[in-house]
């Protein structure tokens, strides 16, 4: 099931060490590392850096860049560069994290040092050589690729709520509605929009599509995984406008892609054995075979805009994981330092069957629907001429 030049690595956190299984697609390998540094320490203090950095300014951003830098390297030399020593790795990596390193986007890790570490569109990001995508484990992975993939009949369905005046404290977006509509743009499709993206609206037809797109507010419970909810449009307090991760495990929702542009859509409470329970892991559990989603809160407009950026890659015909990683190239290229953070950019990691997305079916419902139109107009035509020859000729058939 994997491709010549790619590799899946799993990891399994212990007290002591931290075990790496590498499978390709004809080689087998297993390695420990010695759990010597505080791991855990080291991810949440990463996260924290990079979350914390928009709010800041001067000797506090400062600290907080050298700060993530710092770790960012740290974490490389200790998790990756063993495994890369030991291993020769292929460009192509599912990555199957745990414990701690679910939290982590592997792709803004550092494969060197910065001399300076305020050049953020300069640093060596993993994400520059390496393509990434991830997967809850090998087997939940060899599982989605064995299933056939169940095609739902239309393409392309974009959610975008509106939060004006609701009475559940959720603030505005001010760039969720142009961005569906940019995407919508490139593929046709369906929106719900404003005040109609309301949940049971969502509920009612999102199982006929294969793309979700979902711009919505997002919010992860860290300490019991059903509060974890999306958040649609409601200005009546007494209709809820969230949807739980928990009703996700109650519904049929087969889209070949979901994308959740949204916060922290996959994150949520870490159980032992289960991993970490979110809203990414509740739309697999219904059906979808990939979900695009987040590892902290995003900025409304940068997100929007490598959101953009990664449906362009993908109505070219990239692969899901290729086209996310092209995306955060270019957003590292278009932009200055500053704005090419990674907590701009590090947050939309790809998890599942990475394999890009056949636009015939797309096309075939646009050939119906232009079809659909000539043929109106023709039985129009026909209908305006023989009614016109009746009122010519009396009541009389001609």
């Known amino acids: 099931m994997l491709q010549s030049d790619q590799a899946l690595l799993e990891y399994v956190v212990s007290d002591s060490a931290i075990f790496v299984f590498v499978i390709a697609s004809e080689q087998f390998h297993f390695l420990r590392l010695a759990r010597h ?23 506090a951003a400062a600290e907080l860049a050298n700060t993530y830098t710092d770790l960012a390297f740290r974490l490389y030399e200790t998790i990756l560069a063993p ?19 679910a939290y982590l986007p592997f792709e803004c890790l550092l494969r060197e040092r910065p001399a300076d570490f305020s050049r953020f569109k300069s640093h060596r990001y993993l994400v520059r050589d390496y393509q990434i995508s991830y997967a809850y484990s090998a087997t939940q992975q060899a599982e989605l690729l064995q299933k056939p993939p169940q095609s739902a009949g239309k393409g392309l369905f974009a959610i975008a709520p509106s939060y004006d005046n609701n009475p559940f404290g959720l603030r505005p977006l001010q760039h969720n509605r142009p961005e569906v509509r940019a995407v919508q743009a490139l593929f046709g499709g369906d929106l719900l929009e404003g005040p109609a993206a309301t949940v049971p609206a969502f509920l009612r037809d999102a ?66 054995g289960q991993g970490v329970i979110s809203l990414a892991k509740g739309f697999f559990h219904a059906g979808a075979r990939s979900v695009v989603a987040t590892l902290w809160s995003v900025d409304d407009a ?22 996310l990683r092209r995306a955060k190239l270019d957003f590292l290229q278009t932009h200055a330092h500053d704005e090419a953070h990674p907590v701009y950019w590090a947050a939309v990691t790809a998890y599942g069957d990475m394999q890009a997305i056949d636009f015939q079916e797309f096309n075939w419902w646009w050939v119906m629907a232009a079809g659909a139109v000539v043929l109106g107009g023709f039985v129009f035509m026909v209908r305006r001429n023989h009614w016109r020859k009746k009122s010519q000729w009396g009541d009389s058939e001609v």
């Open 37 to 59: 540094f505080p791991l855990d320490e080291w991810v949440a203090a990463l996260r924290h850096s990079l979350q914390a950095y928009p709010e800041a300014a001067g000797t």
């Open 83 to 101: 495994v890369q020593v030991a291993v020769p790795l292929p460009k192509k990596w599912i990555i199957a994290p745990d414990g701690a390193l």
């Open 207 to 272: 199982a006929r599509y294969r793309v979700l797109l979902l711009a919505t507010h997002g919010q992860a419970g860290s300490s019991v995984g059903d509060l974890s909810y999306l958040a649609f449009s409601g200005t009546d307090s007494t209709v809820s406008p969230f949807l739980y991760a928990r009703d996700l495990y109650h519904l049929s929702l087969p889209a070949d892609m979901v994308v959740l542009s949204a916060c922290e859509t996959s994150v949520g409470e870490y159980r032992l």
């Open 302 to 323: 940068k997100n929007a805009e490598l959101i953009r950026l990664f449906f362009q890659q993908i109505k070219a015909g990239s692969s899901k994981d290729e086209a």
